[in-house]
């Protein structure tokens, strides 16, 4: 009886021990389901349940300190000055002095960056883009919050979110700083966020990614200041921490084209802060797959209207260019040579949009800069053909920027995602994209815009690659008392009597 019972206790040893071992190893399919759990990183729910619903904005609020923020900035210089090093560009790359992470370009440089997708691929992909945020932490916590909680990726006890599923695509449009409380959080978190995740996450350059803007028109020179008692003007090695943070904005790129092939054809859409600019003309750009990259060094605005008008005798009627030069000298021009005067109305970043249906005018004055302009639908849809061709069509305009007592109130009114001559975002959530469609999404509601507008909600659009359909979506956000409870003493501000006086600050760095 007891060999009998030894026998089986150790025939079963040897079933669960051994066998379970054997059968794994020889199953592939298993084998590989084990290889993609072990290349993830770990997720512990315990982790998740450990912070409080809304608690993630304090966390962060109290977390940025400034060596960590400057921490963030070398990070993202480090990954941008690398690839972009190695990236294929259809132009001139850029020199040394851009990409380096410690020095400020010396002039403004724009670029645009291409991914394509195959349709395969296209079709397991969540892409989410987001516009102007203008240091609105609590949106963007909150929205954190929202992702993580659909389980597609995890915020650690020290505030870095890991994307779980390579699927997830987040775009950001730009203005990222100023006109808000917490500029340097925001900005910690978008960088922080890009760091972790390169591949799921682009970040196009806004008009307020400008240190100009900053101690100008923008208050983040001065909440800086404040935050981390920074006094540029009497010590050096201040000065130097402002400047880095500064020199980061050059890595970001002015457009981001996400397109989509099937048989031979590659459908883009474009993501940007602003709009158009007649004389960046992607063209060859788009349809060169051997490229990634382009460098903006010139902008022939004069050539591509009079081109145009060429290509199409009652278009000429309108794109009259001796009218067009009378009314908008410094619109028009052509720039051989890229400088620091001409940023301020480089398209892609500052670029408009005419809202008001009745005006057919194709231009107007942007009301932003002696180059600013206004493009209406129907140059819109004529630059996109322009930058179109058998190969491969650009399609939409997903962008920001727009903001004031003219266009919000039609942002709101739809929703806050406003498609440009198009009224179906006012009374349905999603839309198919058509050629010359121009998408404006509404700034972050924790924010002057949300007070003096209204509304309550982030605002923000889901794409199918496929369809190239754009869904709207929106977040509703509680505002919280994070701002003012927030204990750490690197984020107490100080009281603006104090602060230096930043009027000359540009000449000073």
Avoid at 189 to 216: C, D, F, S, W
Avoid at 246 to 252: G, T
Wanted: one cysteine or more; glycine letters at 6%.
């Amino acid at each position: 009886m007891n060999k009998l019972l030894v026998t089986i206790v150790l025939s079963f040893s040897v079933f669960f021990s051994v066998q379970p071992m054997e059968k794994t190893s020889s199953s592939p399919t298993r084998k590989r389901r084990l290889e993609e759990v072990s290349e993830k990183p770990e997720v512990s729910v315990s982790n998740k349940q450990k912070r409080a619903p809304g608690s993630l904005v304090k966390q962060i609020i109290d977390g940025c300190t400034l060596k960590r923020l400057l921490q963030t900035v070398s990070e993202l210089g480090d990954l941008y000055s690398n690839s972009l090093a190695a990236n294929t560009w259809l132009t001139e790359k850029p020199d040394q002095v851009f990409l380096d992470k410690e020095r400020s370009t010396g002039h403004y440089k724009p670029y645009f960056e291409k991914l394509v997708l195959d349709k395969e691929t296209a079709a397991k992909k969540k892409v989410f883009v987001f516009a102007d945020l203008h240091g609105d932490i609590e949106s963007l916590a909150q929205m954190l919050e929202k992702f993580e909680s659909d389980d597609l990726l995890f915020i650690d006890h020290e505030q870095n979110v890991t994307i779980t599923d390579p699927d997830l695509l987040f775009i950001f449009t730009g203005d990222y700083v100023d006109r808000g409380q917490h500029g340097a959080e925001v900005l910690n978190t978008v960088y922080n966020l890009k760091v972790k995740n390169p591949n799921n996450v682009i970040l196009t350059r806004g008009n307020h990614e400008e240190m100009a803007q900053n101690q100008g028109e923008g208050n983040f020179v001065s909440e800086l200041c404040a935050k981390y008692k920074l006094k540029p003007f009497e010590n050096s090695n201040h000065k130097d921490k402002l400047k880095k943070i500064f020199a980061s904005y050059k890595f970001l790129p002015s457009a981001f084209f996400l397109g989509v092939r099937e048989n031979g054809h590659t459908n883009f859409l474009k993501f940007c802060h602003g709009g158009f600019d007649a004389g960046s003309n992607p063209y060859l750009f788009l349809r060169n797959d051997a490229f990634t990259h382009m460098l903006i060094t010139k902008l022939m605005r004069y050539n591509t209207l009079r081109n145009i008008g060429l290509k199409n005798p009652e278009l000429a009627k309108k794109i009259n260019l001796d009218d067009l030069e009378k009314q908008f000298p410094n619109h028009i021009k052509n720039i051989e040579q890229f400088s620091d005067s001409d940023w301020e109305g480089f398209g892609e970043v500052w670029g408009d949009f005419n809202f008001n249906p009745e005006d057919q005018s194709l231009l107007i004055d942007g009301g932003r800069g002696e180059q600013s302009v206004a493009c209406n639908k129907e140059l819109v849809k004529i630059l996109c053909q322009e930058a179109s061709s058998k190969d491969c069509t650009l399609v939409a305009t997903i962008r920001g920027h727009q903001h004031n007592e003219d266009t919000m109130p039609k942002i709101v009114n739809h929703g806050g995602v406003h498609c440009l001559g198009c009224d179906q975002l006012a009374k349905e959530t999603t839309l198919v994209l058509q050629q010359g469609d121009v998408i404006t999404l509404a700034p972050s509601p924790d924010s002057i815009y949300g007070q003096g507008f209204g509304y309550t909600y982030l605002a923000y659009a889901n794409i199918d690659l496929v369809k190239f359909e754009l869904k709207k979506c929106q977040l509703p956000i509680k505002t919280t008392q994070a701002q003012i409870t927030a204990t750490s003493s690197s984020t107490q501000p100080e009281q603006a009597e104090d602060l230096p006086d930043l009027h000359c600050y540009e000449k000073a760095l």
